[in-house]
């Protein structure tokens, strides 16, 4: 589903934002992303979503080498839309599931952290990606509500969607036992399958 063959990404001079990374992640896998802030971690978000081109290496999503990939195909791999008329349909359903039915009609500045983070999430529930990427979708938002987001995203998982999360959240990380891709300094220095420690 995904790989990173010796992905390099340099903002300047100095060192790699990402440096040599090699990364495989299969279909429907659930991977979480740590390490210190300036480690690297959204700039491989970035580069997986090719709003940054890689500055040496190869990375294939899908089966397509994102290297010289139409920015229109981009888009397309990114999230495949369903039709609207069905999202429509859909997407007060699933915020019922999530506890969210009354403030759908609210206007988005209206809706807290964690909400505007669920209305996100149902929608991807709605359009089963392939991919979903989130960085640090639990940022700011207390701990249950962050559980709550963490479920979703476990459920988006459950149907079949391949996820991948940055996160700072280590009591979550430890407790939901999923592989975890440390990054140092632009380096990928751990990659433990369910693990779930990060010590
Ligand atoms: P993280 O998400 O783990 O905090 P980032 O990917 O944001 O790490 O940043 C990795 C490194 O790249 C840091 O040293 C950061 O300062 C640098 N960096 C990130 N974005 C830019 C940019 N647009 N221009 C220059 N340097 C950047
Ligand atoms: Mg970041």
Sequence with gaps: MIDLIDVSKSYGPGLPAVNHANLHIDKGEFVFVVGNSGSGKTTLIKLLMKELDSTSGQIIVSGERLEGMKHRR???????NRPTRVIRKRVPEVLQEVGLAVKYKSFPDELSGGEQQRVALARALVNSPDILLADEPTGNLDPKTSREIMKLLEEINARGTTVL???HDQAIVNTMKKRVIRMQKGIITEDEKE?????
Excluded: C, N, W
Aim: net charge positive; glycine share 14%; aromatic share 14%.
């Design 195 to 199: 693990s779930g420690y990060i010590g």
């Design 74 to 80: 981009v888009a397309k791999y990114r999230v495949v």
């Design 165 to 167: 999360v940055v996160t």
